[in-house]
């Protein structure tokens, strides 16, 4: 507690998923930081977990929801949210106001219902909750706090489009301001479309994610070399790459990152008469089709390098070799005919941690088969099967799908510079960066293994800060 200002966590301190943090302005008022869906075995300290996903916390106090970026272990639990009576604004970015309908319409199909009219209704209430706010300007957030106020600044934090950190500055009578500093999730630099984290000036609190607090990534070269040469292998075996992405983001940046090789390569030739403009890109996801043109509307708020390419006369986000499946009818024709059908052939479907979604079928059809290689760019949480197959496919182990064992037999490479997360030395340089170093640093969004290791760096770092791990 600094200056009568505390932080409770539920979610989010015994992994990587459920984000949702509540910053107390006075004991009667507080406002909520994300309220995001746990996954895989990680649950809160109240008990909610994948299978128990009502609000377990008391919500009296809070005024407003916070929302650092629209990824579903960020917002996914906003239905319940709403549910347990709720009725305060939801403040975020500009494209995060645009984006969080349709990532919320799903979750509702998915763990609500799909009546139409449920849903319509669902939507209605949410659109008139959600306040956008400009990157870079203070904004008053009103409620019942008599004795003090609240502001907050949201910044780009360069890990999907519309993703902020989220500066608090709580004003409380004549005693100095105090501000929190929520990281939400740190993107690493050179990230296809998006622009660089901006440094922060500082915070008196600072809560920090670690999802790779104890990794370094590869750089941007690095990664590209790594996909190219996995594609390489496809086109010599005709087999296949499967790629589990998160429908928001990682797909996005995987296509502008494809359309940059298929250009600068088009016409060589990879194996006996093919060449990588014969390559087939298969985007396998009808809520990441949408987003994926959410993201062309939003092109203002794009990286330069990305801008440059568009005026180019290039469109990195629909090109030539790109296919998209739209009902699950094509969705089972396509996987039974590439079952059937070997060619060169990268498919990108979701879910990111194979914990649903298209991409299980997919697997099912072509885990066991050698020439398929298994490109995981995300992070795989403890309990998926995403984590099973990166864990256990390098000794053709075998993974859980659908409640039936399956040989990994395919290919497996994580390649971790594709992560939209920051890591250790990104993490330190954020805060090395501040002018106004945090007297307070808390470490969540991690295993324990990660927060350890960034907990002993941010010590050295700043040895006079206290440094918890909640």
């Known amino acids: 507690m ?15 998923t459920g984000s949702c943090h509540e910053l107390f302005i006075d004991p009667h008022c507080s406002v909520l930081i994300d309220c995001g869906l746990f996954q895989g075995v990680e649950a809160s300290p109240e008990g909610a977990s994948s299978e128990a996903l009502e609000i377990d916390f008391d919500l009296s106090a809070v005024q407003a929801l916070l929302v650092t970026h629209c990824h579903i272990d960020h917002v996914g639990r906003i239905p319940y949210l709403l549910a347990a009576g709720f009725e305060g604004k939801i403040y975020c970015s500009e494209p995060t106001a645009v984006l969080l ?3 919320l319409e799903d979750a509702v199909k998915v763990g609500f219902t799909r009546n139409k009219g449920l849903i319509r209704r669902f939507l209605k209430v949410l659109k008139s909750r959600i306040k956008p706010v400009v990157y870079g300007r203070w904004v008053k957030i009103p409620g019942n706090h008599k004795a003090a106020s609240l502001q ?3 910044q780009p934090a360069g890990h999907i489009l519309g993703s902020a950190y989220i500066e608090c500055k709580v004003a409380n009578g004549r005693q100095q301001a105090t501000t929190v500093l929520f990281s939400g999730d740190l993107g690493a630099p050179y990230a296809p ?3 660089a984290p901006k440094p922060a ?8 994610e670690s999802t790779y607090g104890d990794k370094f990534h590869e750089g941007r070269q690095e990664r590209h070399a790594q996909l190219q040469g996995v594609i390489e292998r496809c086109f010599r ?3 296949m790459v499967l790629i589990p992405a998160f429908s928001i983001g990682r797909t996005q940046e995987l ?7 298929i250009y600068r390569f088009e016409d060589r030739e990879v194996a006996s008469g093919l060449r990588w403009r014969d390559l087939e890109i298969v985007v396998d996801s009808p809520l990441a089709n949408r987003f994926t043109r959410v993201y062309r509307k939003l092109s203002k708020f794009w990286d330069q390098e990305a801008k440059r390419v568009k005026i180019q006369g290039r469109h990195p986000l629909a090109f030539e070799q790109l296919t998209t499946i739209g009902s699950h009818e094509q969705h089972l024709a396509t996987v039974a005919y590439l079952a059937r059908n070997p060619r060169p052939t990268v498919v990108i479907a979701a879910s990111g941690m194979c914990a649903g979604g298209r991409i299980v079928n997919y697997l099912k059809a072509l885990v066991e088969t050698p020439k398929t290689d298994i490109v995981l760019v995300g992070y795989q949480a403890a309990g998926t099967p995403g984590r099973a197959i990166q864990q256990y496919g390098p000794q053709n182990g075998y993974v859980e799908l659908d409640g039936q064992r399956y040989t990994v037999n395919a290919q497996v490479h994580t390649l971790a510079g594709y992560s939209a997360h920051a890591d250790q ?5 954020f805060v090395r960066r501040m002018k106004k170093k945090p007297k307070e640093i808390r470490i969540v969004h991690g295993e324990q293994k990660a927060k350890v290791a960034l907990s002993r760096q941010l010590q050295r770092l700043l040895p006079q800060a206290q440094v918890k791990i909640p």
Do not use: M
Request: no cysteine.
């Open 425 to 429: 030395k990104d993490l330190l340089g």
């Open 237 to 239: 075996n005709r087999g």
């Open 193 to 195: 479309l998006l622009p």
């Open 152 to 154: 907050v600044r949201f």
């Open 255 to 261: 296509l502008y990152e494809l359309e940059q090789v």
């Open 101 to 103: 309908p349709l990532v």
């Open 201 to 208: 000036y500082g915070s008196d609190i600072l809560i920090i």
């Open 2 to 16: 600094t200056s009568g200002v505390w932080i409770k966590h539920h979610g989010a301190i015994t992994g990587v």
